[in-house]
């Protein structure tokens, strides 16, 4: 909201406040926690002949997947939002936002080959893969409101924030390799896992704001975040009898942020 309707409702500032626009600007930065979603789900493959992944690799075998969540594939995203505020009355807003992710992506043991030794079957060919790097692009509309509550002072304001929009993700591959006693990293293939899509992501927050100087408050967040399910791509994966490997991309984060609010 437009930070002098806020005070002046408080009684905090001047009536003259009043006459400014009720347009404001904020900014956010933080990190983005992914608590569920998986970018590669538990499943199996087909019986393979190993030979055609890697001529280092011997007979056949079964592709153990054990599944690994989107926290395991890369570091917690860092997330920057610009946002146009309208404040609607006192103590609530209307906003838009345009916002930025980016995190590296991560190595991880994503399960195993699965051979018979001696009439058993055996699986203690670890499956490696190194996954892409994360990046997405988003547009959203929200609505904030501040609370009447013991913990507002005449500068700490509480606030609860609601929020949807869309979301382009760039595509997401795996370069995954088997380790054996005389391969340490014998590569089979990179998988390509998700193409580019705009997929949907709907959430809210909890935060409060300081209030620094008359037009500009500092202020903490955290939030709940649901990300629709990323476009598959099936062609290396359906070929191993692995289709159904990249089927639960939804995911569920926590972000947490410092940010900024300035009105002019």
Do not use: H
């Amino acid at each position: 909201m437009r930070l002098s309707y806020l005070v002046s409702a408080l009684a905090l500032l001047s009536s003259p406040a009043l006459a400014d626009s009720p347009f404001s600007f904020g900014g956010s930065v933080g990190y983005e926690f992914p608590v569920s979603g998986k970018i590669i789900d538990q499943t199996s493959s087909a019986s393979v002949n190993l030979t055609t992944l890697n001529a280092s690799l011997a007979g056949t075998g079964i592709l153990r997947l054990r599944g690994t969540d989107f926290k395991d594939s890369s570091d917690a995203p860092l997330k920057a939002t610009i946002e146009v505020r309208y404040a609607l009355t006192q103590t609530s807003e209307m906003f838009g936002a345009i916002t930025y992710s980016q995190s590296n992506g991560k190595s991880a043991n994503i399960g195993c080959v699965e051979i018979v030794v001696s009439g058993a079957p055996d699986c203690s060919t670890p499956l490696t893969a190194t996954f892409s790097d994360f990046k997405q692009m988003g547009v959203e509309l929200g609505y904030r409101q501040w609370l009447e509550s013991p913990f507002m002072s005449d500068r700490l304001f509480p606030y609860y924030t609601l929020r949807a929009g869309v979301t382009q993700t760039d595509a997401l591959s795996a370069t995954v390799a088997a380790s054996t006693s005389l391969v340490p990293n014998a590569p089979i293939g990179t998988w390509n896992l998700y193409d580019d899509k705009v997929t949907y992501v709907i959430g809210g927050d909890v935060g409060a704001t300081y209030l620094i100087a008359p037009f500009a408050e500092i202020g903490a967040e955290v939030g709940v975040r649901y990300n629709s399910k990323l476009s598959e791509v099936d062609t290396n994966l359906t070929a191993l009898g692995l289709g159904t490997a990249n089927d639960k991309s939804d995911r569920i984060t926590i972000p947490v942020s410092v940010r900024l609010n300035a009105a002019f």
